[in-house]
T-cell receptor
Framework: AQSVSQHNHHVILSEAASLELGCNYS??????LFWYVQYPGQHLQLLLK??????LVKGIKGFEAEFIKSKFSFNLRKPSVQWSDTAEYFC????????????FGSGTRLQVQP | DVKVTQSSRYLVKRTGEKVFLECVQD?????MFWYRQDPGLGLRLIYF???????EKGDIPEGYSVSREKKERFSLILESASTNQTSMYLC???????????FGSGTRLTVV
C-alpha cells in the first residue's frame, strides 16, 4: 500500500535556527503534495502545495518545500524559525490512483524555544 | 472563507452506544472526508464521499459507517462504540483536486 513517512517525530529548535522536516512517499506514479500545519488548539491549515512545474514551492509564513522526484521526497524548510512556529506539521500526498483522498504522514511536532 | 463545522467539540460516550458525529460545510463542496487523528499515527482516512448518497471506504472503515443525504452534511456513525475508538475525529471538505482540504475543528471523542 502507498504510504507517507515523516521520520522526524519531535524536533526542538531555538529561535532563528533553520528548519528542515522530511517527508517521503512510496508511490511511483504522479503525485500532488501538501504540507499542513496544526497550531495548538487550532484546526489544520494548508501551508503549501505542489502540483506541477517548479519543484520549489513557497507557502505562507516563509515556509517552502522542494519536490525531488528521484528521491520521492517533499521536505519542508524555513530559514529562520520563530516561537510562533511551534506546531505539528503534516505531509500529505494525493496519488493518481483515482482516489481523491489525501494520505497523511504521522506528523512532526516542532517545538521552538525562545 | 469556507467553513467546516463539526457539531461537538468534546463527546463522552459509553461502550456499546451508537454515536453520531455531524459535519456541515457551507461552500457547496462535492468532496467530504472523515479522518481520525491519533498521536504518532497522524491522520487516517475512515470514509469519504464524492457526492450525495455516495460513499467510499478509506483505510480504517471497520466499526464505522457514514451518511450523506444532503451535499453539505456528512455524518460519521459509530455503530457500537468501543474504547479503541477514543480519538480526535476530523472532518474535511474540498471542491476539487487542486485546492487541498478545509478542515473542521475536530471532535474529541472519549469512549468509557
Amino acid at each position: 500500500a502507498q504510504s507517507v513517512s515523516q521520520h522526524n517525530h519531535h524536533v526542538i529548535l531555538s529561535e532563528a535556527a533553520s528548519l528542515e522536516l522530511g517527508c517521503n512517499y512510496s508511490y511511483g506514479g504522479t503525485v500532488n503534495l501538501f504540507w499542513y500545519v496544526q497550531y495548538p488548539g487550532q484546526h489544520l491549515q494548508l501551508l503549501l502545495k505542489y502540483f506541477s512545474g517548479d519543484p520549489l514551492v513557497k507557502g505562507i509564513k516563509g515556509f517552502e518545500a522542494e519536490f525531488i522526484k528521484s528521491k520521492f521526497s517533499f521536505n519542508l524548510r524555513k530559514p529562520s524559525v520563530q516561537w510562533s512556529d511551534t506546531a505539528e506539521y503534516f505531509c500529505a500526498v494525493r496519488m493518481d490512483t483515482g482516489r481523491r483522498a489525501l494520505t497523511f504522514g504521522s506528523g512532526t511536532r516542532l517545538q521552538v524555544q525562545p | 472563507d469556507v467553513k467546516v463545522t463539526q457539531s461537538s467539540r468534546y463527546l463522552v460516550k459509553r461502550t456499546g452506544e451508537k454515536v453520531f458525529l455531524e459535519c456541515v460545510q457551507d461552500m457547496d463542496h462535492e468532496n467530504m472526508f472523515w479522518y481520525r487523528q491519533d498521536p504518532g499515527l497522524g491522520l487516517r482516512l475512515i470514509y469519504f464521499s464524492y457526492d450525495v448518497k455516495m460513499k467510499e471506504k478509506g483505510d480504517i472503515p471497520e466499526g464505522y459507517s457514514v451518511s450523506r443525504e444532503k451535499k453539505e452534511r456528512f455524518s460519521l456513525i459509530l455503530e457500537s462504540a468501543s474504547t479503541n475508538q477514543t480519538s480526535m475525529y476530523l472532518c474535511a471538505s474540498s471542491h476539487d483536486r487542486v485546492h487541498g482540504y478545509t478542515f473542521g475543528s475536530g471532535t474529541r471523542l472519549t469512549v468509557v
